[in-house]
């Protein structure tokens, strides 16, 4: 099982862009199916992007799909959400999640979220 630590958050103005990290302990991150999520105040938690165990499957929600773009160095058991052209809407804590499968479920271990807030 892995350990997940999220950096990176902050506040941005509109427009600005924001790379978040995700650093994973344990000895089977490159077999883990890795994702980030966002939750905003009012809100249930909901899909950004995700990238599968060899970096080659990468799947975006619509609303951030061209702006947002999900990486992975399995070398250094990290995962990264790179964010430009951010709008207030974007605006929640982002949580970075590893599953064992392509499936989000119950097995999913999460980290402990980093606040985005963007914001003139």
């Known amino acids: 099982q892995v350990q997940l630590v999220e950096s990176g958050g902050g506040l941005v103005q509109p427009g600005g862009s924001l790379r978040l990290s995700c650093a994973a302990s344990g000895r089977t991150f490159s077999s883990y199916y890795m994702g980030w999520f966002r939750q905003a105040p009012g809100k249930e938690r909901e899909f950004v992007a995700s990238i599968s165990p060899n970096g080659k499957g990468r799947y975006y929600a619509a609303s951030v799909k061209a702006r947002f773009t999900i990486s992975r160095d399995n070398a250094k058991n990290t995962v990264f959400l790179q964010m430009i052209s951010l709008k207030p809407e974007d605006t929640a804590v982002y949580y970075c999640?590893?599953?064992?499968?392509?499936?989000?479920?119950?097995?999913?271990?999460w980290g402990q979220g980093t606040q985005v807030t963007v914001s003139s």
């Open positions: 999640g590893a599953s064992p499968g392509p499936v989000w479920s119950s097995t999913t271990t």
